[in-house]
């Protein structure tokens, strides 16, 4: 992979707080997170599907249920090194026609969800702060996602984006 569009995955995982040496609990570098909830982190063991989608094995045929992720009653079913909501995990899954919800997977999804928003080419560029732009209505942690939940600064995600080999033109 491009070096700058893996750096970029791994802002994002940075970003999202899942990152092995983040997440008290990942062992696969952030792919096998549930977003965190009032009742604390957690993470699954099999990449079937999606781990909310009725599929994924020990669901019953049934979607799980969203954990509540804030005092405020707030649910989210975010998963996986990206956060990917189930909403869409049926969608990519055709479209990408993705065997399971494994890291490879994961990231052909990350990145096609970063191509539908113009920014590949701004990340093959090394416009590093155009590209979170584009993409800040994907993520809620990155600057001017504007979801209510906390965002990270720009200077930081640059940090890490060039910690983990990517350029800055």
């Known amino acids: 992979m491009n070096p700058n569009r893996k750096?970029?995955?791994d802002t994002?995982?940075?970003s999202e707080g899942v990152r092995e040496g983040q997440?008290?609990?990942t062992v696969w570098d952030g792919y096998d997170v549930i977003v965190t909830s009032v009742d604390g982190p957690e993470t699954f063991i099999t990449f079937a599907a999606h781990p909310f989608a009725p599929e994924f094995?020990?669901?019953g045929g049934y979607p799980r249920p969203s954990r509540q992720i804030n005092s405020k009653g707030l649910t989210s079913n975010a998963a996986g090194r990206y956060q990917f909501m189930l909403k869409d995990w049926a969608h990519y899954k055709a479209q990408l026609n993705l065997a399971d919800f494994g890291p490879v997977?994961?990231?052909?999804w990350a990145i096609q969800l970063i191509r539908e928003r113009g920014a590949l080419p701004l990340i093959d560029g090394g416009q590093f702060a155009l590209a979170v732009q584009r993409c800040s209505n994907l993520w809620a942690s990155l600057p001017g996602a504007?979801?209510?939940q906390h965002e990270n600064h720009m200077d930081r995600l640059q940090v890490a984006y060039t910690e983990a080999?990517?350029?800055v033109a």
Do not use: C, R
């Open 7 to 9: 750096a970029f995955l």
């Open 12 to 14: 994002i995982a940075f």
């Open 146 to 148: 504007g979801y209510g």
């Open 57 to 59: 094995p020990g669901n």
């Open 105 to 108: 997977s994961q990231d052909l």
């Open 23 to 25: 997440h008290p609990l």
């Open 165 to 167: 080999g990517g350029t």
